[in-house]
């Protein structure tokens, strides 16, 4: 029992611990943004900053920034980065209402999706976007596939492996049924035609008192 227990443990230790920590790093949000959101403007900027509580993976990382035709007016070209800040050029003329919508990923393996607006030339703030307008403006930034990291990779790996071992153990050790009264159970299963006090012989007879 001594054996299960412990094996159970490291199962719960192993599975338990990429959770623990990426929960820990979900914490990851936008702390700051340039135009800020609800901004309302005169004039159209030439970019939007982003700044984020983590450290973003630019490889891995998309900004857009759509008008309220609903078209996009940002490249597709990955955004700059300095430090916790990306950057996003864009080119519009006119009034009007913008998004910035974004899907970031982090270093450590967490990600963040997210949209704010800001006004121009309007002289209120912007109304939220509708259900609709946000599927559309969120499949500009995730309709892409990311392939799994390098870390994350070796954690299932390791994890599967583990988790192998910890199977075969609990199966190793689980005590016998056939146990007499009086003698402790079994933590390995003995061959058949086993006897403890008449052992068989070389080639798996029993042995014959004399």
Do not use: C, K
């Not at 443990?9 to 990426?22: E, G, K, Y």
């Not at 070796?154 to 988790?163: A, D, E, K, P, S």
């Amino acid at each position: 029992m001594i054996g299960r227990r412990v094996a159970v443990v490291a199962l719960v230790a192993v599975v338990a611990s990429p959770a623990s920590a990426a929960g820990a790093a979900a914490g990851a949000e936008l702390t700051a943004s340039s135009p800020a959101a609800q901004a309302v403007l005169t004039t159209v900027p030439r970019e939007v900053t982003l700044t984020f509580s983590a450290t973003p993976d630019t490889d891995r990382s998309h900004v857009a920034v759509v008008d309220e035709r609903g078209q996009r007016v940002s490249s597709a070209d990955e955004p700059g980065r300095r430090g916790n800040t990306l950057t996003q050029s864009f080119s519009a003329d006119g009034s009007g209402v913008f998004t910035i919508v974004y899907h970031v990923a982090f270093d450590d393996g967490t990600e963040l999706d997210g949209w704010q607006r800001f006004s121009v030339g309007t002289g209120r703030p912007p109304p939220p976007p509708s259900q609709a307008e946000r599927e559309a403006n969120t499949d500009l930034v995730t309709g892409h596939q990311h392939g799994v990291d390098p870390i994350s990779a070796v954690l299932l790996v390791v994890n599967g492996l583990v988790i192998a071992g910890v199977v075969v153990m609990l199966r190793l050790t689980r005590p016998s049924a056939d146990t007499d009264a009086g003698r402790p159970p079994r933590l390995f299963r003995m061959p058949a035609g086993w006897n403890d006090e008449d052992p068989p012989g070389p080639d798996g007879s029993p042995r014959t008192r004399s």
